[in-house]
């Protein structure tokens, strides 16, 4: 009809059998995508998922140009990530809640404990120097899995898909550049027992993606993307 407007689309399934469905708007609200599934709709649900909110408490993280602190930005966007989790179905446990600061090992041996299936840790990045601040800028994703190590090496492959998934679809939904993978000794990757990463969200010290990161919608988006990037990992890893 046209005041108001309103469309309507049918789809005719060719099943007798029940039919789980997701509506999936744009963020402009122009484009509309159906999710379609015979079983469970969410790969994630079920899952034991472990989200590790970086720094805290007496542990500011990186600050950025105008006093943002990365521990904030690193809880809002966990909180955002487990709601959406929990809506589809996952069991989702934080590292913290609130802005209080919890030991490394501490992190990693709550998801040891919880025999988590994934393990996610995420943050802001900052430039090595206030000279290289106004140029660094980006979305990264870190994982660690050396091949002779007898817990995470049989992990490889996966920890390396998770790092993929994610990164994909953080980079995909962000728009900031695409810093690509790596490896690197983070006590959170080395000590966690199940598929883990550390996600770089975009760049405290830059100006512009502090500012970007000061806003809601865009911890909404990274949040969706961390969860989707999830959705994508579980679909691929069976």
Known sequence: QEKPPV?????????SEAVNWQEISSLDKRVLRLRLAAG???????????????????????IGPTGMQEKDFNLAVALLAAEELRRR???VFLTREEDRYVDLYARTAQANSLGAAVFV???????????MAPVKAGTSTYWYAPADNPVLGPQREKRRLLAQCLQKILVDNLGRKDLGLYTANFAVLRTATMPAVLVEVAFVSNPEEEGLMRTEWF????????????????????
């Open 7 to 15: 469309a309507r689309v049918t789809l005719s399934l060719k099943t």
């Open 40 to 62: 469970p709709l969410y790969a994630v649900t079920g899952r034991i998922i472990v989200l590790d909110p970086g720094h805290g408490g007496s542990d500011p993280g990186a």
């Open 89 to 91: 179905g996952a069991q």
């Open 121 to 131: 840790s995420i943050h802001g990045n900052a430039a090595e120097s206030p000279q």
């Open 219 to 238: 911890r909404e988006v990274a949040a969706k993307a961390i969860v989707e990037g999830l959705e994508s990992y579980f679909q691929q890893a069976e």
